[in-house]
Structure formats: structure tokens, C-alpha cells
């Protein structure tokens, strides 16, 4: 199931926008890759949420949405 997702994100040519907390010690290694290996996602300001850990949606949720509100 995993191969059948990473085929349909390296296949999405749609805005894609990374957005990892700086205190991120979980998820944080994927990043990168994630803005390698989908269309999408290159050439795009992706986002660094400032004081806030795993649980970045409930540590900054209104950086957040203004940050998905502006892919407009």
C-alpha cells in the first residue's frame, strides 16, 4: 500500500506545501524528501512553524491556516 502512495505523490502536480514544526523530532526527516519526490512541491516557500513540536496543528493553529490560505 505504501508503493501505491508514494506512485500517487511523485505523480501530483498540484501546489504542495510542506509545513514541519522547528522542534519536530518525529516527522522532520522526511521533509526533504517529500519536496524531492513530489512535482508539486518544488519551486513552492515551504514553512518552518516556529514554537511548536509534534502536535503543530493545535501548537499554531492559525499560522497555519493563513499559511494553507495562501496557496489561494
Do not use: C, Y
Not at 27 to 49: S, Y
Amino acid at each position: 500500500m505504501l508503493n501505491r502512495a508514494w506512485a500517487g505523490l511523485a505523480a501530483f502536480e498540484r501546489p504542495f506545501l510542506t509545513a514541519f514544526a522547528d522542534h519536530e523530532d518525529i516527522t522532520r526527516a522526511f521533509e526533504r524528501i517529500l519536496q524531492a519526490r513530489i512535482p508539486g512541491a518544488r519551486k513552492q516557500d515551504h514553512v518552518t512553524v516556529p514554537d511548536a513540536g509534534h502536535f503543530l496543528q493545535e501548537q499554531q493553529p492559525d499560522l497555519l491556516v493563513d499559511t494553507i490560505l495562501s496557496l489561494g
